[in-house]
């Protein structure tokens, strides 16, 4: 089955910096990769996607890049913001398995004023 | 548009208790999924649907069953409650169409079991 990495677990930075957090995948035929943003006491939210056939989306302050050949894909966020900060999670899926999203382990983003 | 609701929110059950989680969503949705939210661990599925009548086993379904009679409601029932199933329970409702998939999540519910 799938197997999604993500890095790092805790990821600080000052108001107005860019954060990057990283995701690896391990089946080849994920083709389907969102992000979801968890706010403390809520479910997750998505925020971001991209599909296999591109390879980079930008939705104003967020962007994801997917690097096929290596199976890896990333969300940056510049200019952040306090808002920002929650638990952020990647995951990867295969076309017609829609409720069987594999996740990453999380990365809990702390924007710091 | 209430989206996908889960209750209870919060629950504690000794070991050994049954007890069922409720989930419905109003989306008509086909996919329906729980999974388990664990320190560390990222969320993990348990039992997942792709329609009414229709389930099937995730990455850690032991301990647990599931029903899908309509395609609003997607209980999860804890057999034998045991400490190992102390975590946070998302209920997730997804739509396939034309290529268009997101997971809309309930709000959870926190389970202790002593």
């Known amino acids: 089955g799938e197997n999604v990495e993500q890095h790092p677990s805790t990821l600080s930075v000052q108001e107005g910096d860019s954060a990057v957090i990283k995701c690896t995948y391990s089946?080849?035929?994920?083709?389907?990769f969102p992000w979801y943003k968890q706010e403390l006491g809520k479910g997750p939210q998505l925020i971001i996607d991209i599909r296999s056939n591109v390879g980079e989306k930008k939705d104003q302050r967020i962007a994801v890049t997917l690097n096929k050949t290596a199976k890896h894909f990333s969300l940056h966020i510049t200019e952040t913001q306090p808002e920002d900060s929650a638990v952020y999670f990647c995951?990867?899926?295969?076309?017609?398995?829609?409720?069987?999203?594999?996740f990453g382990t999380g990365t809990r983003l702390q924007v710091t004023l | 548009n209430a989206g996908v609701t889960q209750t209870p929110k919060f629950q504690v059950l000794k070991t050994g208790q049954s007890m069922t989680l409720q989930c419905a969503q109003d989306?008509?949705?086909?996919?329906m999924s729980w999974y388990r939210q664990d320190p560390g661990m990222g969320l993990r599925l348990i039992h997942y649907?792709?329609?009414?009548?229709?389930?099937d086993q995730g990455e850690v379904p032991n301990g647990y069953n599931v029903s899908r009679s309509t395609t609003e409601d997607f209980p999860l029932r804890l057999l034998s409650a045991a400490p190992s199933q102390t975590s946070v329970y998302f209920c997730?409702?997804?739509?396939?169409?034309?290529?268009?998939?997101?997971?809309?999540f309930g709000q959870g519910t926190r389970l202790t079991v002593v």
């Open positions: 995951a990867a899926i295969r076309s017609g398995t829609a409720s069987k999203l594999t």
């Open positions: 649907s792709v329609g009414a009548g229709i389930t």
């Open positions: 989306m008509n949705h086909e996919y």
């Open positions: 997730a409702s997804t739509s396939d169409r034309r290529g268009n998939t997101e997971a809309f």
């Open positions: 089946d080849s035929a994920s083709n389907y």
